[in-house]
């Protein structure tokens, strides 16, 4: 057994480590198999954590940290790796909770409960006949008044069957009904222009934002945000995975508002399949079977300077690197992301620890490889078929997305917006 000066305790080491890079998933309601919220859930599983992190297979984070540094990093440091080993070794002494300990605990995971939850109005049946489905919720509200939005949290009764999601909130005027369309629309097997069951609706976006497994919530530093409307609707688009068991899934979010003004109002856009600069992709996007192939996409970012808060970069299946960094008119190169090893089941939105400016006329590159080889285990055909993309949600065609959150720039904002993750 290790010798130790002091011997390292559950509640001062470990715990500490736990809420912050693993608690996130490992939590009731969440896409991981089992908790770790107490003691009692780490130790017993104690020898299993020491293993996966020493290799590094846990907890999951894509992004080459080397190319870019985000405020939600899930990375174990070398030194918090040996402790957790020294800590299994040392038979796995509890010590004592004290009123300064970090450890996780259940619910939301911002810092604060919520000022206001929004529900699906129907609870959704997934069938277990491995087959992912589509379906968008409508989610009417109605306030005394519009609020200044701090936070926004995707919640679910049951993500395990949920792949990933997109939310937008829309201002709905008074002469139009907020109940229009179906509660809940499945899209599965239609034609997506079933959407447009929702156009009367759809006129004055507020806000787009999504979730997907290992995110927790989305928050906006100093005096950015985004307005609730008085009256509106969100509609919340799921992406179930297929499962091989009947599950049941209610869905919404939780909302959290902050008294003080916002000054700025954050903006959200999407570039690449499906978004801005869809056909600018090079070349076309087809893969042919039997091949990898490298596409990319370039804009120019117009107008004024900009605040650049996060980025979520998306593939599917075949998605083998992402990568994306923007060049300055001055010929200085701005690096974002890049993911060296491509997992469609772990992606992440990436917030920067500080606001990095874009300055206008910088050129953004989108960049993906894809690998349509029968050597790809996540390759969902075999032989491999000729993949397209269509900008649709369908896991087996395709997709090179960058989504991205901004506000106009202002002096001092490297140093002024700075994300502070609270993930108890």
């Not at 450890?103 to 699906?120: E, I, S």
């Not at 600069?277 to 804009?299: A, H, R, V, W």
Request: hydrophobic share 35%; aromatic share 12%.
């Amino acid at each position: 057994m290790p010798c130790f000066a002091q011997q390292p305790t559950y509640y001062k080491d470990i715990a500490p480590i736990i809420a912050r890079a693993c608690a996130s998933c490992h939590r009731p309601g969440e896409a991981a198999p089992f908790s770790l919220l107490t003691y009692e859930d780490v130790s017993k599983r104690a020898t299993f954590i020491k293993e996966v992190t020493q290799s590094r297979y846990m907890p999951p984070w894509k992004a080459d940290p080397h190319y870019a540094r985000y405020a939600n990093e899930r990375l174990l440091q070398p030194g918090e790796i040996q402790l957790i080993a020294d800590w299994v070794d040392a038979k796995m002494l509890k010590g004592n909770k004290t009123a300064t300990t970090a450890y996780p605990v259940t619910g939301t995971q911002y810092h604060r409960p919520p000022d206001l939850t929004l529900k699906a109005l129907h609870s959704f049946s997934v069938k277990g006949d491995n087959t992912e489905r589509f379906v968008v919720f409508r989610v009417p509200f109605s306030l005394k008044d519009s609020m200044n939005v701090a936070a926004v949290e995707f919640i679910s009764s049951n993500k395990k069957v949920v792949h990933h999601v997109n939310y937008a909130v829309y201002d709905v005027a008074e002469d139009i009904d907020i109940n229009v369309g179906e509660d809940q629309l499945n899209v599965t097997d239609s034609e997506r222009s079933r959407y447009d069951e929702y156009a009367p609706l759809r006129k004055n976006m507020r806000y787009y934002g999504g979730w997907i497994p290992g995110a927790s919530f989305e928050s906006y530093p100093a005096d950015i945000g985004w307005v609730m409307p008085r009256r509106g609707v969100v509609l919340i688009t799921v992406h179930y995975a297929a499962t091989g068991r009947d599950e049941e899934e209610l869905c919404g979010i939780n909302l959290f508002f902050r008294k003080e003004k916002i000054k700025r109002v954050a903006s959200v856009i999407n570039v690449g399949s499906g978004g801005v600069g869809e056909k600018d992709i090079e070349p076309y996007f087809f893969i042919q079977p039997d091949t990898i192939k490298k596409f990319s996409l370039q804009i120019t970012t117009p107008h004024q300077d900009q605040s650049l808060l996060y980025v979520w970069p998306h593939m599917h299946l075949l998605g083998k690197t992402f990568k994306a960094w923007a060049v300055t008119p001055a010929g200085d190169t701005i690096p974002l992301v890049h993911i060296p090893e491509w997992d469609f089941k772990w992606q992440e939105i990436y917030k920067f620890r500080r606001a990095v400016k874009i300055p206008k006329g910088s050129v953004l590159t989108v960049e993906g490889v894809y690998d349509n080889t029968r050597a790809n285990p996540a390759n969902p055909f075999n032989p491999p078929r000729v993949i397209y993309s269509s900008g649709d949600m369908k896991s087996v065609d395709e997709m090179l997305t960058l989504v991205m959150l901004f506000v106009p720039y202002e002096e001092g904002d490297e140093e002024r917006l700075v994300f502070q993750e609270k993930i108890p």
